[in-house]
C-alpha cells in the first residue's frame, strides 16, 4: 500500500512538471495534424485514414498531462476513452453507420479536449508562455471541431455542401473540410466550398462569429495575464 501511495506521488509530481509544458506539445502536434498528416492522408494513399484516427489519442493524452487533478482530469480521461473508440471505428469508416458514430464520437471527443484544455489553460497558478499557447491550441482545436461537424452534417445530409470530395474519399473529405472550416474561422472564406443546406449555413456563421470573438476576449485575456506576469 506504501508503495502504490509512493507511486501515486511520483506520478502526480510529474505531471505537475509536465502540466504547462504539454500544452505546447498539444499546439506542435496539431499543427503537425492540420498542415502535414491530413493533406498528406489526402493526397497519398500510402498513408492510411486509420493514422489521423489515432491523433485524438496523443491529443487526449496531452490533455491528461495538463490537468492537476479533479473535472479536467476526468474529462481527458473521457476523452482518451472515446479516442480509443475512434480509432477502433476508422478502421469501418466504409460504412455509413460505422461513419455517423464515429464522427458523433470525435465531435464529443472533441468537446471534451476543449473544455479541458480552457480548464487547463485558465487554471489558478502562475500564467506561463505554455498557456498562452495552449489557448492558440484551443483556437486550433475549435477549427477541428467544427471540421467534424460539418463532416457528420454531410454523412448524413449529402449534398448539404456545394463543391466537395466524393463521400467515398474519406481522407480526401476529411482535409476539405478541415479546409473550409478553418478557412470560416479565420473569416479567410476563398468561396470554393459553399454550405447550402440552412444547418450548414447557420453553422458556417456560428463558426465565423466565434472565430472573431476568441482572439479579442480570450486569447487577448490569455497575452494580457502573461504581460502582467512579466511585468511583475
Known sequence: MWMIRQLADRMSQQRDKWRDPALSFL???????????VPAAATSSRLPSSVVGVLPLIFASCVI?????????MIGLAALLLSAIIAVLER???????LV????LAIATFMLLTI????????????????VLG?????????????LVFRLINTVSPGAFANLPPNSDQSALRAALEYFSFSILTSVGFGDIIP???????LSVLEASVGHLYPATLLAR?????????GD
Open 27 to 37: 499546439l506542435v502536434m496539431q499543427c503537425f495534424t492540420i498542415y502535414c498528416v
Open 65 to 73: 498531462f495538463a490537468t492537476h487533478k479533479g473535472s479536467p482530469l
Open 92 to 98: 469501418f469508416n466504409s460504412l455509413k453507420d460505422f
Open 101 to 104: 458514430a464515429e464522427d458523433a
Open 116 to 131: 479541458a484544455v480552457f480548464r487547463a489553460v485558465f487554471a489558478p497558478g502562475r500564467f506561463t508562455g505554455h498557456r
Open 135 to 147: 489557448s492558440i491550441a484551443l483556437y486550433l482545436n475549435i477549427g477541428l471541431l467544427f471540421g
Open 196 to 202: 447550402v443546406s440552412p444547418i450548414a449555413r447557420s
Open 222 to 230: 490569455a497575452v494580457t495575464k502573461i504581460m502582467r506576469v512579466r
